[in-house]
């Protein structure tokens, strides 16, 4: 059945990188996000990617720091983040859906994993 799990936050300094991992079982045909919600703010899109045709799509603030990449012999979803600033500092959630619009709305996906914590020092 369908199942995401999260790995690879932790605490780093400013200017720094972190890779997350989002191991997706269970589905086909369908695009993988990486969404973010710190204390007291909106849960916010991150990147995306369709799993069959690899296109991409990012949020402004994160676009040129951050890479999103899949390897499908590892069903696995990842997020390179570069440059790392304190206003990243958020729990990051995995999420799919099956549909091919409305993407970058938290409303658009039915499945979510448990979230990582990213903390990044000043």
């Known amino acids: 059945q369908e199942q995401l799990v999260e790995s690879g936050g932790g605490l780093v300094q400013a200017g720094d990188s972190l890779r997350l991992s989002c191991a997706a079982s269970g589905f086909d045909r369908h695009t993988t996000a990486w969404f973010r919600q710190a204390p007291g703010k909106e849960r916010e899109f991150v990147a995306a990617?369709?799993?069959?045709?690899?296109?991409?799509y990012y949020a402004d603030s994160v676009r040129g720091r951050f890479t999103i990449s899949s390897d499908n012999t590892k069903n696995t979803v990842y997020l390179q983040m570069n440059n790392l600033k304190p206003e990243d500092t958020a729990v990051y959630f995995c999420?799919?859906?099956?549909?091919?619009?409305?993407?970058?709305?938290?409303?658009?996906?039915?499945?979510w994993g448990q979230g990582t914590q990213v903390t990044v020092s000043s």
């Open positions: 999420a799919v859906t099956g549909r091919g619009w409305s993407i970058r709305a938290a409303s658009a996906y039915d499945y």
């Open positions: 990617i369709r799993w069959r045709t690899t296109n991409t």
